[in-house]
T-cell receptor, first 114, second 113 residues
Framework: EAGVAQSPRYKIIEKRQSVAFWCNPI?????LYWYQQILGQGPKLLIQ????????DSQLPKDRFSAERLKGVDSTLKIQPAKLEDSAVYLC????????????FGPGTRLTVT | QQQVKQSPQSLIVQKGGISIINCAYE??????FPWYQQFPGKGPALLIA?????SEKKEGRFTISFNKSAKQFSLHIMDSQPGDSATYFC????????????FGTGTRLTIIP
């Protein structure tokens, strides 16, 4: 079974630029999550999708962050414009949803904003 | 009330020893408590998880102890090995339908020969 795929793995941008991350969850997983992991901290949920719909985006900075999950499969997370404090690893995870709780994480995208 | 507090921040244990990491929570609505293991450059991976209807769960060398009244849970790694060196995160989530994980701050575990 293929795992959660993310790209790119690394990205360096200047502040005020925009950036997008892509995630392909495990096949058949209805629920998809984006987490932000700042160095030395635990992951923090940004947004949770159930199929196409948003379940929780309470911690997503909506003035600069946006995310979509078209057709209930792949997802993209965008930051526009980026700030220095956005430097972090962005993790995508997926789960079957509706019962089984295990979340499977991708390798993450390490973003550096200079 | 959504926080999960984790300690220690870092831990050094000799090979063959017992590694113990502790977590505490406030929100009594949490009903699922997993531990994740993360190696450098990788995403977290589920290690073991427990629900509050049991006080202990063991899988191989890994054991979760759960104290519902104290709102605390801990991870015990028996016979710790160098390959166990990683960062460990406790987490908690609520009911099905809102399974977002609230993570602790992590413990960097180093097993020395």
């Amino acid at each position: 079974e293929a795992g959660v795929a993310q790209s790119p793995r690394y990205k360096i941008i200047e502040k005020r630029q925009s950036v997008a991350f892509w995630c392909n969850p495990i096949s058949g997983h209805a629920t998809l999550y984006w987490y932000q992991q700042i160095l030395g901290q635990g992951p923090k949920l940004l947004i949770q999708f159930q199929n196409n719909g948003v379940v929780d985006d309470s911690q997503l900075p909506k003035d600069r962050f946006s995310a979509e999950r078209l057709k209930g499969v792949d997802s993209t997370l965008k930051i526009q414009p980026a700030k220095l404090e956005d430097s972090a690893v962005y993790l995508c995870a997926s789960s079957l949803g509706g019962g089984p709780r295990e979340q499977y994480f991708g390798p993450g995208t390490r973003l550096t904003v200079t | 009330q959504q926080q999960v507090k984790q300690s220690p921040q870092s831990l050094i244990v000799q090979k063959g020893g017992i590694s113990i990491i502790n977590c505490a929570y406030e929100n009594t609505a949490f009903d699922y408590f997993p531990w994740y293991q993360q190696f450098p450059g990788k995403g977290p991976a589920l290690l073991i998880a427990i629900r509050p209807d049991v006080s202990e769960k063991k899988e191989g060398r890994f054991t979760i102890s759960f104290n519902k009244s104290a709102k605390q849970f801990s991870l015990h790694i028996m016979d710790s090995q160098p390959g166990d060196s990683a960062t460990y995160f406790c987490a908690a989530s609520m009911r099905v339908g809102n399974e977002k994980l609230t993570f602790g701050t992590g413990t960097r575990l180093t097993i020395i020969p």
